[in-house]
């Protein structure tokens, strides 16, 4: 059984910066991605950015580029969003994932791929 825990959600003005991160109590497997997501109620939840735990390989939503970092601690048990110029439309429930990697498409935005899930925390920005 693989847990999820999410931390360092709030609230902040637009232009402002957060850092979330992910503990995670194990790898599924011995190559496995690491990914974020956001979630508007009523809305369908996105993929924001991914990382390959084994070469670093990172991946973000066209809509985060430039603005936010995803990493992992030399353990690789922990994950972090660093977020960056934030907007209002940043504004959702951020949830962190993990699954195992494919050799075909690597660590995309894909549901299927990812099978255990955090409970989510919050982030708000403010315009």
């Known amino acids: 059984q693989v847990q999820l825990v999410e931390s360092g959600g709030g609230s902040v003005e637009a232009g402002g910066s957060l850092r979330l991160s992910c503990v995670a109590s194990?790898?599924?497997?011995?190559?496995?991605?690491m990914g974020w997501f956001r979630q508007v109620p009523g809305k369908e939840r996105e993929g924001v950015a991914s990382?390959?735990?084994?070469?670093?390989?990172?991946i973000y939503a066209d809509s985060v580029k430039g603005r936010f970092t995803i990493s992992q601690d030399n353990t690789n048990n922990k994950v972090y969003l660093q977020m960056d110029s934030l907007k209002s439309e940043d504004t959702a429930m951020y949830y962190c994932?993990?699954?195992?990697?494919?050799?075909?498409?690597?660590?995309?935005?894909?549901?299927?791929?990812?099978?255990?899930w955090g409970q989510g925390t919050q982030v708000t920005v403010s315009s």
């Open positions: 994932a993990t699954g195992q990697y494919n050799k075909w498409y690597g660590c995309r935005f894909i549901a299927g791929q990812y099978p255990y």
């Open positions: 194990a790898y599924i497997n011995v190559r496995s991605c």
């Open positions: 990382i390959d735990t084994t070469l670093g390989n990172t």
